[in-house]
């Protein structure tokens, strides 16, 4: 009898990775698809971060490095940290891994233990959750809403947290919400962990330098909380470098040696010509990185705009990240063409089919009553889905449910 190990038989497949690879399959049969399931900028590797990996190349850096990275690229991250976030880690305290993913389920399998509590706050990145499973922790939401701009207060924190909470995790600008968090609401929270003394963080800040409100805030930067925050950040968003892989933390000594232990057991160091790269990239002109984030506000504006003209679509303006994440719950109960809509999950399936228009559920974010969409794409392809959207939606209020 052929039988999976528990783990990976009670592991859900990633919604947006699922909705990507679907989508592909639909357009390689000649459907025309407009896809905003991603969170993948739409611009190319800037230049002078390719000619440091041609390079790289040509010099040679072909062979195994530490499993935390190259000393100078973990010199260069530490700069980094103290130049731009006013935080000071040595290059022992930074890890680097393939992609910012692995450097969060590295933090978390070696803080959470089986039945330890981890907070979510909700909608939260669709891999947390199925990485406190691999962990046998213990899921904790904390919901929020529009209205709340997706934050959570103290006063929820605090009632969540129990004598089992082990981690909080959460991003900021946050994916899939665009939510960012002031220095005075990171802060406040802070204040809250830290009168629970076995409570620690991650803090996911791979959309940095996508942040339309002028600052990006650390949680890492109150020195009272400090020593208990596992800062998580890579090259992906800000540089426009998906595919090349490096993610990396700044943590307390002994959380970085806990990451060098387990990565070097299953994947080792990320790749040689990356790593090389990414010095290029983190010590560069930023000119690139800021040209991306203008075009994000403009497409951000673009889309909020047009969704003004949607009857029935809730949500609220993102400060970061590139994502929207409307509340689809008024069309819940209502039907066309023999497809009722009962939750996000059919609102995503009924966008594909009806509309040729590719999202995600909010279900894998832990919320029900919304769906995602990228505006990483060009401003063509937005005008186009915003309008398959308005007309699929359209479809929906103007037909109600046939009475049996």
């Not at 040595?90 to 233990?113: D, F, H, M, R, Y």
């Not at 339309?212 to 208990?228: C, E, K, L, P, V």
Request: net charge negative; glycine share 6%.
């Amino acid at each position: 009898m052929q039988e999976l190990a528990k783990r990976i038989a009670n592991l859900n497949e990633s919604a947006t990775i699922k909705m990507a690879q679907l989508t592909r399959e639909l357009k390689s049969q000649g459907r025309d698809i407009i896809d905003l399931s991603l969170g993948e900028p739409d611009f190319e590797t800037p230049e002078h971060i390719k000619a440091a990996a041609k390079k790289a190349i040509d010099d040679g850096f072909t062979h195994y490095t530490p499993v935390a990275g190259y000393l100078d690229v973990r010199k260069a991250i530490a700069e980094k940290f103290m130049r731009e976030n006013g935080l000071l880690y040595t290059p022992e305290q930074i890890v680097i891994s393939t992609g910012a993913k692995q450097s969060i389920i590295n933090a978390v399998l070696c803080l959470v233990n089986p039945g330890d509590e981890v907070i979510l706050p909700t909608p939260f990145w669709v891999s947390y959750s199925a990485m406190v499973k691999l962990a046998e922790g213990t899921i904790v939401e904390i919901p929020t809403s529009i209205e709340s701009d997706f934050k959570i207060t103290p006063e929820q924190l605090e009632k969540a947290i129990t004598p089992k909470t082990k981690l909080i995790m959460f991003s900021s600008p946050c994916n899939p919400t665009g939510t960012v968090y002031t220095k005075d609401e990171l802060k406040a929270l802070a204040e809250v962990v830290a009168r629970h003394e076995n409570v620690y963080i991650i803090s996911d800040e791979i959309y940095e330098h996508i942040n339309f409100t002028g600052q990006h805030a650390s949680m890492a930067q109150f020195d009272f909380i400090y020593d208990r925050v596992v800062t998580v950040n890579g090259l992906s968003k800000a540089y426009a470098m998906t595919g090349w892989r490096l993610g990396y933390i700044g943590a307390p000594l002994w959380i970085a040696k806990a990451c060098d232990k387990i990565q070097g057991q299953y994947t080792s160091a990320t790749c040689s010509i990356t790593q090389r790269a990414a010095i290029a990239a983190l010590e560069g002109d930023v000119e690139t990185t800021l040209t991306m984030k203008a075009a994000f506000l403009r497409r951000r504006d673009l889309v909020f705009q047009m969704m003004q003209n949607i009857k029935g679509l809730k949500f609220n303006n993102p400060q970061g990240a590139f994502y929207f994440f409307p509340d689809v719950s008024n069309y819940f109960g209502k039907t066309y063409n023999g497809n009722t809509i009962n939750n996000a999950d059919d609102m995503a399936m009924y966008l594909l089919n009806e509309g040729n228009l590719s999202v995600v559920t909010g279900s894998a974010f832990g919320d029900q009553n919304c769906i995602r969409f990228s505006y990483a794409t060009s401003d063509d392809k937005l005008v186009e889905a915003m309008k398959r959207l308005k007309i699929a939606l359209e479809k929906l209020i103007t037909q109600e449910i046939p009475v049996s």
